[in-house]
């Protein structure tokens, strides 16, 4: 069985600060990782992916995250947050042949002033 | 284009009503979608289409119905509901169904928030 623990549920971070969100997951095969972004009343948008390959994934928006097998993590970077990154961002996993994307509690961050 | 659309945008219904939702893709996608997203939680999935068929039912009550009339098209019929069922209702696409089905990213549409009265 697969699973994503997300253990930070807000962080609060000054505009043009840098920022990490923290992504740990459980799995006994090879995994997928995502990271997805959700606005206020908005469907989920992929923020970016690691499917194989390079360990660090760049994404939109300036977010980068790293694939860290030994440590069982995909955290989430961005070097400098606008208040426009105000959201809630979950990381999910999947694995070839399973239909389910296990998502984690998600991570509200609250970019201020 | 990786977009999913979801018509309609907000919906009210009564315990006694029939209503249905619509999602829409047109990336050739052959896997869809059903979830429900309750506040402050991640989307629980409800059911998976792959290659237009039913693959996945998640234990969901009989109340809700999923149809999919062909491969861009994926519907949500809903029958008396209860005020608990009130959520965002999220459809998604990914590129290939079968055993392939968790190789890829899977697309979001905007949902439609469900109110049930």
């Known amino acids: 069985a697969q699973s994503v623990t997300q253990l930070d549920s807000q962080v609060p971070v000054f505009e043009e600060a840098p920022v990490e969100l923290r992504c740990n997951y459980s799995?006994?095969?090879?995994?997928?990782l995502f990271w997805y972004v959700q606005y206020p009343n908005q469907g989920l948008q992929l923020l970016l992916k690691y499917l194989s390959g390079s360990t660090l994934v760049k994404g939109i928006n300036g977010f980068e995250a790293e694939f860290n097998k030994s440590q069982t993590s995909f955290h989430l970077r961005k070097p400098s947050v606008h208040i426009s990154d105000t959201a809630e961002y979950f990381c999910?996993?999947?694995?070839?042949?399973?239909?389910?994307?296990?998502f984690g509690s998600g991570t509200r961050l609250l970019v201020r002033p | 284009d990786t977009e999913v659309t979801q018509t309609p945008k907000h919906l009210v219904m009564g315990m006694t009503n029939k209503k249905s939702l619509k999602c829409e893709q047109h990336?050739?996608?052959?896997?869809m979608y059903w979830y429900k997203q309750k506040a402050k939680k991640p989307p629980e999935l409800m059911f998976v289409?792959?290659?237009?068929?039913?693959?996945i039912n998640e234990s969901v009550p009989s109340r809700f119905s999923p149809e999919c009339p062909n491969s861009s098209l994926l519907n949500l019929h809903l029958h008396a509901l209860q005020p608990e069922d009130s959520a965002l209702y999220l459809c998604a696409s990914s590129p290939l169904g079968g055993r392939a089905l968790g190789t890829y990213e899977q697309y979001f549409g905007p949902g439609t928030r469900l109110t049930v009265t």
């Open positions: 799995s006994s095969v090879s995994v997928y």
């Open positions: 999910a996993v999947t694995s070839y042949s399973s239909y389910k994307l296990i």
């Open positions: 990336m050739g996608h052959r896997a």
């Open positions: 289409y792959s290659y237009e068929k039913l693959s």
